[in-house]
């Protein structure tokens, strides 16, 4: 069975300042782990992926996340949060045993702070 | 290439009344999911095609759910006998058939039942 969890349901920073935005993910199987991000009236947008290459993995928009098997977690890292990162944030697991389904987190709000 | 199209992008029925959406995938993927997003969650897998085979279903989907993609190319989905209960977002998805691809959203249906 797979499984996701974000730790935090709001997270609020200033503009300019580090966004962190934490996951811990269950999973039977080497997985497949992916940052997606949902703004307001919009479709959901693929940030990152890791899939078992590098651990530390950037994506679109200045976003990261690094992959630690030991602590289970997959967390969304970006140095300096801007206006435009407002939106919610899903973290997402997929695994072999499953061929391909994906399982959501619950989601983290981001907001930015003038 | 457009991308995954749904339509329509709003749906509003009355309780009892049956509905169909759609879905377009991108042409290249063999793979098609449909997810149910409520307020405030993640979304929730409801089933998913490998080109016109539909190789799983959640439990969510009730008997007054069915999806088919004939030929294995654009989707439907129709609940019939809608309930207050159904009203969501309806995604779905599409993805080329390996487990670290990730997902292309579509922008979805919202389903009002009154």
Known sequence: AQSVTQLDSHVSVSE??????????????????????????????LLLKYTSAATLVKGINGFEA????????????????????????????????????????????????P | ?????????????????????????????????????????????????QNEAQLEKSRLLSDRFSAERPKGSFSTLEIQRTEQGDSAMYLC????GVTDAGYTFGSGTRLTVV
């Open chain 1, 16 to 45: 300019g300042t580090p966004v962190l935005l934490r996951c811990n993910y269950s999973s039977s199987y080497s997985p497949s782990l992916f940052w997606y991000v949902q703004h307001p009236n919009k479709g959901l947008q």
């Open chain 2, 93 to 96: 998805a599409s993805s080329p």
């Open chain 2, 1 to 49: 290439d457009t991308g995954v199209s749904q339509d329509p992008r709003h749906k509003i029925t009355k309780r009892g009344q049956n509905v169909t959406f759609r879905c377009d995938p991108i042409s290249e993927h063999n793979r098609l999911y449909w997810y149910r997003q409520t307020l405030g969650q993640g979304p929730e897998f409801l089933t998913y095609f």
């Open chain 1, 66 to 113: 690094e992959f630690k098997k030991s602590e289970t977690s997959f967390h969304l890292t970006k140095p300096s949060a801007h206006m435009s990162d407002a939106a919610e944030y899903f973290c997402v697991v997929s695994d072999r045993a499953n061929a391909g389904k994906s399982t959501f987190g619950d989601g983290t709000t981001l907001t930015v702070k």
